[in-house]
């Protein structure tokens, strides 16, 4: 079976579309040519192998090379549901939410809200936590680089200067709320293990290409929220202690120096 384009430019969109459709369905190829009675291919034969064949490989390949992408970003999720019912997992995710995206990076990115919905995720409702802890800290390895704000630059730094010096979060660093303790669940994920509700807030952050997380109390996830509003140090500092009495410039400065030691700051334009 062969295609021939008699105007390729106004031919390309809908042969893209056949194509994806082709290979991202579940039916399988042949499946869906019949049902479909699809008569005119996006590819051709080639010299020793059918279109049909050859689009049966790519198929293969495109679910292959998602599935292994997933596997990566949701290891947790994988130990708890098992592979088979990880891989019935994808497929079906793929089919309500297909790849939109040139990079695997995104293609994850709505797995947490499946499971929410799916049977396995209204039965142990901590797994969506668990996938939305494991997919933050994907975006955390993947976040762009920033100029990291050093010990060794902020001694320089002169009394007056303090007041206007702009420095924020740099992109990687997160605190993200959980309603489950998906720390303590990562590190031994099992599918008989039984978990109690327990509201956390957890920072994530990326240091020499590693990824690190911590659990945070309230305060200092409030005073990271303050800087990552992108204003003068000392309109941050003012506005968070009108809010926060109870705590001293000593705090502020002793986590500002913890920060700094982990690279979670960085420089503002």
């Known amino acids: 079976m062969k295609t021939k384009l008699k105007n390729p430019k106004k031919q390309l969109k809908p042969t893209q579309e056949l194509l994806f459709k082709l290979l991202s369905n579940k039916t399988g190829v042949r499946q869906l040519i019949r049902k479909q ?55 079906d995710y793929l089919e309500k939410y297909p790849s939109v995206y040139w990079t695997l990076r995104k293609t994850g990115d709505k797995f947490p809200l499946f499971i929410k919905g799916s049977k396995i995720g209204k039965k142990k409702p901590w797994l969506y936590s668990l996938a939305e802890f494991e997919i933050a800290i994907c975006h955390a390895f993947t976040a762009t680089d920033a100029t990291i704000l050093s010990r060794e630059y902020l001694v320089t730094v002169k009394p007056n200067e303090w007041e206007q010096l702009r420095i924020g979060v740099q992109p990687s660093c997160r605190f993200h709320q959980f309603m489950w303790p998906v720390d303590l669940i990562s590190e031994k994920p099992s599918p008989k293990s039984v978990y109690k509700k327990e509201p956390i807030t957890i920072l994530i952050w990326r240091k020499n290409f590693r990824v690190y997380y911590k659990r945070i109390p309230e305060d200092e996830a409030a005073l990271l929220m303050a800087l990552s509003r992108k204003l003068p140090f000392g309109k941050v500092c003012e506005s968070f202690m009108a809010q926060h009495e109870s705590l001293s410039e000593n705090w502020v400065a002793q986590k500002l120096g913890e920060w700094v030691s982990e690279e979670m700051l960085s420089f503002l334009n």
């Open 37 to 91: 009675k699809i008569k005119s291919l996006p590819i051709a034969d080639s010299s020793n192998l059918p279109a049909v064949n050859r689009l049966e490989i790519y198929a293969g390949m495109y679910k292959a090379r998602i599935l292994d992408s997933l596997k990566d970003d949701y290891p947790g999720v994988l130990a708890v549901v098992g592979k088979k019912e990880f891989e019935s997992l994808v497929d």
